[in-house]
C-alpha cells in the first residue's frame, strides 16, 4: 500500500525558515517522480514543486524560486522541501505526492499525482 506521510510544518514568522518532510513506503520509491503541492484556506490546489526520480531534475512554480528547495533522499525514501524567506501568502496545507507513471517527466499538474500524503500545516505570521 501506498504511502506517504508528512511533517515539519508549523508557525514560522515572516522570513523565517521551515522544512518539510514526506516518508514514502509501498512502492519503489526511486522509480517515480515526487511533488509538493499545497492548498490554502479557501484556494484550490496549487503546484508548488517537483522533482524527478533521480533527484537530480527540480522544478518550481514562479512564487517560490529562489525560495524553496526540493530534494530527496532515495535511501531514505524521502521527500523534502526547505522553505526559506516564508512570507504569509505561503499559508497552507503541504502535501507531498507521487507522480503516477515511473520514470515520467515531471509534472506541474496535481492530477497527474495519485498518491497523496495527508498534509502538513504551514503558517506563515507575525
Known amino acids: 500500500e501506498v504511502q506517504l506521510v508528512e511533517s515539519g510544518g508549523g508557525l514560522v514568522q515572516p522570513g523565517g525558515s521551515l522544512r518539510l518532510s514526506c516518508a514514502a513506503s509501498?512502492?519503489?520509491?526511486?522509480?517515480?517522480?515526487m511533488s509538493w503541492v499545497r492548498q490554502a484556506p479557501g484556494k484550490g490546489l496549487e503546484w508548488v514543486s517537483a522533482?524527478?526520480?533521480?533527484?537530480?531534475?527540480?522544478t518550481y512554480v514562479d512564487s517560490v524560486k529562489g525560495r524553496f528547495t526540493i530534494s530527496r533522499d532515495n535511501s531514505k525514501n524521502t521527500v523534502a522541501l526547505q522553505m526559506n524567506s516564508l512570507k504569509a501568502e505561503d499559508t497552507a496545507v503541504y502535501y507531498c505526492?507521487?507522480?503516477?507513471?515511473?520514470?515520467?517527466?515531471?509534472?506541474?499538474?496535481?492530477?497527474?499525482?495519485?498518491?497523496w500524503g495527508q498534509g502538513t500545516q504551514v503558517t506563515v505570521s507575525s
Open positions: 522533482i524527478n526520480s533521480g533527484g537530480d531534475g527540480l
Open positions: 509501498g512502492f519503489t520509491f526511486s522509480s517515480y517522480a
Open positions: 505526492a507521487r507522480q503516477n507513471r515511473p520514470y515520467g517527466s515531471t509534472s506541474r499538474s496535481p492530477g497527474e499525482y495519485g498518491y
